[in-house]
């Protein structure tokens, strides 16, 4: 027996896309569409990143920094990017012990 469940019943295969933004939505589900974060560690992102600080920054008041993770993940195309992304993520402490 297959342990592939599409394979099991006979189902065609998913396309490359589709499988690839489960497995996007997949990380989100960790890690959650906007993460609460202090600006030092969203400017470290930015700067690994090469991008401006608002690319992926939302004010939900004047103390909270937000991080659009949504955005910022679902701009990858290819895995490669989006294993350069979740570096980049790792590489920041965006990400709390949990999410990591």
Do not use: H
Request: charged content about 35%; proline content about 2%; hydrophobic content about 35%.
């Amino acid at each position: 027996m297959s342990d592939d469940f599409r394979q099991r019943w006979r189902l065609p295969e998913e396309d490359f896309d589709k499988r690839f933004r489960k497995a996007i939505y997949r990380i989100l589900a960790l890690t959650g569409d906007m993460i609460k974060t202090e600006e030092s560690k969203l400017k470290t992102l930015t700067y690994i990143a090469g991008v401006s600080m608002d690319a992926y920054r939302w004010d939900n008041s004047f103390w909270d920094i937000y991080f659009n993770a949504k955005k910022y993940l679902l701009g990858a195309k290819q895995p490669y990017e989006l294993a350069e992304k979740i570096e980049n993520l790792l590489g920041c402490s965006i990400l709390d012990g949990t999410q990591k």
